[in-house]
């Protein structure tokens, strides 16, 4: 036992200080982490996600162009695809296979969405599904309401800590360990890349009215703020509006217009009832931007095994209930009865 005591007062200080040098190394001091307990919002560790919000404040100053406009859209859609078809569907739930190099680079771009590192996303979401909508579930609009789904949950000190034992299979890449830990390393270069990228425009081609500083604003932060809370929506709004096709024991639900803003997310209660699939969209009529796009990566060869929906899961069958109906269907279309039958008497 030491004989060195430690007042409130020190331990307060010593999280704060914690608070501040995950800003730059998200496992700092992991062993001291908070993760029982009741969830207590932590102020400190949360300034640089309040930060990326008050900058698109900057719009007042730096003003708009059409060809910032136009870059923080394609911008948004290009890193929800990392998203939602890399740190979703692939570090998540393995629904693919690709090699390890295509891995690494779409861990970088998802790491520009500045969510976290795909261990730390991906081992939150695999718990989420085990607990879905129950009091163990970290970001249920059920059991925490709107806010605490919607962007509560991961500022509080129970859920900052990553959830490695749910995510050991690609916790053993260093790369993946490097990005995770320093997960703020690649949203500043995105940022210094993106005020670079507006300088480059204002000085070769004036003509198109941007600049560095408004290609930051726009590029990165409005566009960044604007990814956060199309991807927040699948964890809040998804399980509150829309409809369910499948009994799934949880609020998981299909919504059309959440599929639109998130390239393929809202289909939830499909993709709760089958999540081994790479498509979410289980028929041709719900869109699913993500779905094709990762098929287009198949055809290049950067990704395979891409699974798709048996048919008795789109169904809502068993597989057994389904084999059943194949085998007999052909024997009915080959034994026609004869309309006569029908007069036969019972």
Request: glycine share 8%.
């Amino acid at each position: 036992m030491s004989d060195v005591s430690t007042t409130p007062s020190q331990t307060t200080s010593r999280e704060s200080w914690y608070s501040f040098i995950r800003w730059f190394d998200s496992w700092a001091g992991l062993e001291n982490m908070k993760i029982e307990g009741p969830p207590k919002f932590d102020f400190i560790r949360s300034i640089p996600f309040i930060a990326v919000h008050l900058m698109c404040f900057g719009v007042y100053w730096v003003g708009w162009s059409w060809t910032a406009v136009t870059v923080a859209v394609a911008f948004y859609f290009i890193r929800m695809f990392a998203i939602t078809g890399w740190y979703h569907r692939y570090f998540s739930h393995r629904t693919f296979k690709t090699s390890r190099g295509v891995q690494l680079a779409f861990a970088i771009l998802g790491g520009m969405c500045v969510q976290r590192g795909p261990l730390w996303w991906a081992g939150h979401h695999r718990h989420h599904h085990i607990a879905s909508d129950t009091p163990d579930d970290v970001h249920s609009p059920r059991q925490g309401g709107f806010i605490w789904s919607h962007m509560g949950w991961f500022t509080s000190q129970t859920h900052y800590a990553p959830r490695f034992k749910s995510i050991m299979d690609f916790y053993k890449f260093p790369e993946l360990r490097f990005l995770d830990r320093f997960d703020v390393l690649i949203p500043i270069l995105t940022g210094f890349a993106m005020f670079g990228f507006g300088s480059l425009l204002e000085l070769c081609a004036p003509e198109l009215g941007t600049n560095g500083p408004q290609m930051l604003i726009w590029g990165f932060f409005i566009s960044t703020v604007a990814l956060a809370h199309g991807t927040f929506t699948i964890n809040s709004l998804s399980h509150v509006y829309g409809s369910q096709r499948y009994e799934t024991g949880d609020d998981s639900r299909n919504n059309f217009i959440l599929a639109l803003i998130t390239m393929g997310e809202g289909w939830h209660n499909n993709h709760h009832y089958y999540p081994a699939s790479t498509r979410q969209g289980f028929y041709w009529w719900e869109i699913d931007v993500t779905y094709y796009c990762l098929k287009v990566l198949e055809y290049l060869g950067l990704i395979w095994d891409v699974r798709g929906v048996p048919e008795h899961v789109r169904e809502g069958k068993t597989k057994q209930e389904s084999d059943r109906v194949t085998i007999k269907r052909p024997i009915d279309m080959s034994i026609p009865v004869p309309t006569q039958a029908e007069n036969i008497p019972a």
